[in-house]
């Protein structure tokens, strides 16, 4: 059975300011995020396990493990939704060397990102509609 690892924080957030992504909180957890570099409102998020309370340690052995989920979040409703799950990447366990926890993170990173571009080549012409139709409201609504 491979070894639990109890992450160096400081370390793991640096990893992940390394690869573009920005802290963020939600919720009692520390999150990071990086928008696609074609729409802003495609967000690939790890969730962390490192509680708001306590920023030097991640959670305990089994109350969870580290997640990578692609998602839309943007004021412009797109079928009616301004914020829903894309893509949820299987669950990195804190097993193993950090140095290969830090790999199978930074592959699930790759995979949601990735998901989030096939997502976005599928819905492109519904999604620039929706964004041309709010810009359109906006200018309308000006005094």
Known sequence: MPKYVELDTERFQ????????????????V???R????LDAVV???????PL???SKARERGQDAIRVTCAYESEVPFRGKTSFGIHKCTKTLRSGSEEAIFDRVYHRMREAFAEGNAWLRK???????????AEQMVRNHRP
């Open 44 to 50: 690939v998020k790890v969730y962390t396990t490192i």
């Open 14 to 29: 640096q990893f992940l300011r390394a690869c573009g992504f920005v802290r963020a909180v939600q919720g009692k957890e």
């Open 123 to 133: 819905n492109w012409p519904e999604l620039q509609a929706a964004h041309k139709k």
């Open 31 to 33: 999150i990071y995020k």
């Open 35 to 38: 928008a696609n570099h074609h």
């Open 53 to 55: 309370n306590r920023a």
